[in-house]
């Protein structure tokens, strides 16, 4: 079991940046995938990218490669996701997730998300 716990929400404008915290806790999780995916109002859940937890490789949508950025620092078991030039379209509520897998956009474990809202 892997708990997850969001962080770093607001309200920023077009242009701006945010950084998002993802606080991981449980068994087992230092060998899987964390990864972070968003949902606006109307739309269906979509995937930003993922992290593996032991060796730091990424993967990213099309849609936020080049200006979001994730991360993690083990010593803190804490997840991150940078994110800079900030669209409106990136208004969303953004959830952490947990994966034993690698590579895949089907995740085990959520978080209960947090809210960023971009002005334009």
């Known amino acids: 079991q892997v708990q997850l716990v969001e962080s770093g929400g607001g309200l920023v404008q077009a242009g701006g940046s945010l950084r998002l915290s993802c606080e991981v806790s449980?068994?087992?999780?230092?060998?899987?995938?964390m990864g972070w995916f968003r949902q606006a109002p109307g739309k269906e859940r979509e995937f930003v990218g993922g992290i593996s937890w032991s060796v730091g490789s990424t993967y990213y949508a099309d849609t936020v490669k080049g200006r979001f950025t994730i991360s993690r620092d083990r010593a803190k078991n804490t997840m991150y996701l940078q994110m800079n030039s900030l669209k409106f379209e990136d208004t969303a509520t953004y959830y952490c997730?947990?994966?034993?897998?690698?590579?895949?956009?089907?995740?085990?474990?959520w978080g209960q998300g947090t809210q960023v809202t971009v002005s334009s």
């Open positions: 449980g068994q087992n999780f230092r060998s899987y995938t």
């Open positions: 997730a947990a994966t034993p897998s690698w590579y895949t956009y089907k995740y085990d474990y």
